[in-house]
């Protein structure tokens, strides 16, 4: 039986993946939680998991994040697989859905991962023709995910923030801008993560993803892993940061899918964005202020000398606690690396 559910839509604000351990408490507690988003493998069939997902839902937005649908494959879409998302989507009517830059099925046989692609013409028109025929089945445009990376192809003719731009400009997607894998794969591969920020369609970005990542340290080099599987770093926060001065607030989420914890260390951390959002808000706002009355008093002003704008105290705290113990996982990650 369908379930007419409220409009939720999805604000711009932290959310967190929803994971089996918490289930049971978020039924109980109803925490405050912007949303949720859950894979949609998990929900294809009808575990308990299922009818306790129809039961947050009419409490909080959903966004449905598909791992299996390999959108890069040569051999087009799974039509099984697209309508075993269709039928989430339309059971549970999430505010979002996404997908992976990814292909994971060769020969009928799916891959337990996420494998990339090279970016050249002829990968570009068939992840447009795929996702083409996905929009059409789920009657939505869909977001496009960033992957990790850890090798690159040399036949590449474009890098992976030109293939996504041009991507959006063929088959009408949206973005899912992942900003640990922005990071992981710019030091994996010796690359500017701003700069990958700065190229990809501003308007385009509908979601973005927060994790963690381990460190392993082989010999002489360091090459980051994208676990899911620890607090987000400092320099991810930083890097978020950039993201949102460059883009504005965006729908974020907390993903954490290894050694899983409490679920309040994941509100935790959605606490964190939201914080991080609002305080680059309120610079905003504080320096169109400033530019504005800058404008109206520079005539009056002896010597140019302009106002000083305050500021906000919260951001001295984030600055200082959220780096702080941000470094000491990175310490305790480097020793287990190490071990």
């Known amino acids: 039986m369908s379930v007419t559910f409220p409009r939720l839509p999805i604000p711009r604000m932290a959310g967190i ?41 009419c409490h909080y937005p959903l966004s449905v994040h598909g791992v299996g649908l390999s959108i890069g494959s040569a051999g087009g879409i799974d039509a099984a697989h697209l309508e075993r998302l269709r039928q989430v989507c339309l059971r549970f009517q999430p505010d979002l859905v996404s997908e992976h830059l990814a292909w994971s099925v060769a020969d009928g046989t799916y891959l337990n991962d996420l494998l990339p692609l090279r970016y050249d013409e ?38 992976e923030a030109q293939f996504l ?23 994996n591969l010796d690359f500017d993560a701003k700069a990958y920020i700065d190229a990809l369609p501003a308007e385009a970005i509908g979601e973005i993803h927060l994790a963690g990542h381990a460190v392993n340290v082989i010999g002489d080099d360091t090459v980051l892993i994208d676990d899911h599987g620890s607090r987000v770093p400092a320099v991810v926060w ?15 989420l907390i993903e954490w899918d290894t050694e899983v914890p409490a679920l309040d260390v994941l509100l935790g951390e959605a606490m964190w964005a939201d914080m991080l959002s609002a305080v680059i808000a309120f610079e905003h706002r504080g320096k169109t202020a400033r530019d504005m009355r800058d404008a109206r008093f520079s005539t009056v002003l002896p010597f140019g000398r302009k106002p000083t704008g ?30």
């Not at 992957?147 to 192809?153: C, D, E, K």
């Not at 890097?239 to 974020?252: E, F, K, Q, S």
């Not at 906000?312 to 071990?339: D, G, Q, Y």
């Open 122 to 159: 002829a990968a570009l028109a068939i992840v447009s023709a795929n996702i083409g025929q996905v929009q059409d089945a789920l009657k939505r445009p869909i977001l496009i995910e960033n992957l990790s990376a850890y090798v690159a192809f040399a036949g590449s003719t474009m890098d």
């Open 238 to 252: 930083e890097l978020y940061a950039y993201a949102l001065r460059r883009i504005g607030a965006r729908p974020t």
């Open 17 to 57: 993946g929803l994971r089996s351990p918490h289930i049971a408490e978020m039924l109980t507690r109803r925490p405050s939680a912007g949303w949720l988003e859950v894979h949609a493998e998990n929900y294809m069939g009808d575990a308990p998991a299922v009818a306790a997902l129809e039961t947050l839902r």
């Open 165 to 187: 731009a041009e991507l959006v400009r063929r088959s009408g997607c949206g973005l899912l801008l992942d900003v640990n894998n922005v990071h992981v794969s710019a030091h």
């Open 310 to 339: 305050a500021r906000m105290p919260v951001l001295a705290a984030f600055e200082t606690v959220r780096p702080a113990n941000a470094a000491a996982h990175a310490t305790r990650s480097h020793r287990h690396a190490v071990a």
